[in-house]
């Protein structure tokens, strides 16, 4: 069963736009991962933070993580058209190494 | 190549068919994994290699799937008797070091399977 859920499920904005994304989970993580997966093809990691991070920027992402709430969001600032995908975030188990699991992902439309 | 590699990218089977998906990870990369991603879903852990060891196989839907990596280096994922409900995209993924904790894994583009 998948282990995030993203909120909202989709989202169109004008580019130019920000653009937020949430994440919540359920168990003890060890860290969170956010992903982006354009129209058939293949995930693309974007940002990895680890359970005693609150706060992670590259570029144009800014990523926040509160584990007492079991919570995280994805802010893409300045969104172009090429942002247009879809987001997952994924969480990697406490205690489990092996096991990451995702979301069903947040549906990104970036207007021109 | 410099990313994972799968092959076919897509495949139509009948119903019944078997299939075997093929992965190939990056050059040197210890861990590997397969996920199941329904259309409009996330994807779903299947399996986990570290070498050629499963460590893991508790994704795994039912006694139809099957997979391995003999050599520690190329996988293949196995559906026998394929159900609609296989269809699905197959996703594999590598990362250099064991594990998850703190390492980047680096996904192929995805066997599309649509059973017919």
């Known amino acids: 069963s998948q282990q995030g859920e993203e909120d909202p499920q989709a989202l169109s904005i004008q580019e130019g736009e920000n653009a937020t994304m949430n994440c919540s989970y359920k168990?003890?993580?060890?860290?969170l991962q956010w992903y982006r997966q354009n129209s058939g093809r293949g995930l693309v990691h974007l940002i990895l933070?680890?359970?005693?991070?609150r706060e992670k920027h590259s570029g144009r992402l800014r990523v926040t993580l509160d584990t007492s709430k079991k919570s995280s969001s994805l802010l893409i600032t300045a969104s172009r058209a090429a942002d247009t995908a879809s987001y997952f975030c994924?969480?990697?188990?406490?205690?489990?190494?092996?096991?990451?699991?995702f979301g069903a992902g947040t549906r990104l439309t970036v207007k021109p | 190549g410099a990313g994972v590699s799968q092959s076919p990218r897509y495949k139509v089977a009948k119903r019944g068919q078997d299939v075997a998906l093929r992965c190939d990870p990056i050059?040197?990369?210890?861990?590997l994994f397969w996920y199941q991603q329904a259309l409009g879903q996330g994807p779903e852990f299947l399996t986990y290699f570290q070498n050629e060891a499963q460590l893991d196989k508790s994704g795994l839907p039912s006694d139809r799937f099957f997979a391995e990596r003999p050599e520690g280096s190329v996988s293949t994922l196995k559906i026998q008797r394929t159900q609609q409900e296989d269809s699905a995209v197959y996703l594999c993924?590598?990362?250099?070091?064991?594990?998850?904790?703190?390492?980047?894994?680096?996904f192929g583009e995805g066997s599309w399977l649509t059973v017919v």
């Open positions: 168990t003890s993580i060890n860290n």
């Open positions: 993924a590598s990362s250099l070091n064991p594990g998850l904790a703190g390492n980047t894994i680096y």
């Open positions: 994924a969480t990697v188990r406490r205690g489990n190494n092996n096991d990451m699991r």
């Open positions: 050059s040197g990369h210890v861990s």
């Open positions: 933070i680890r359970s005693n991070e």
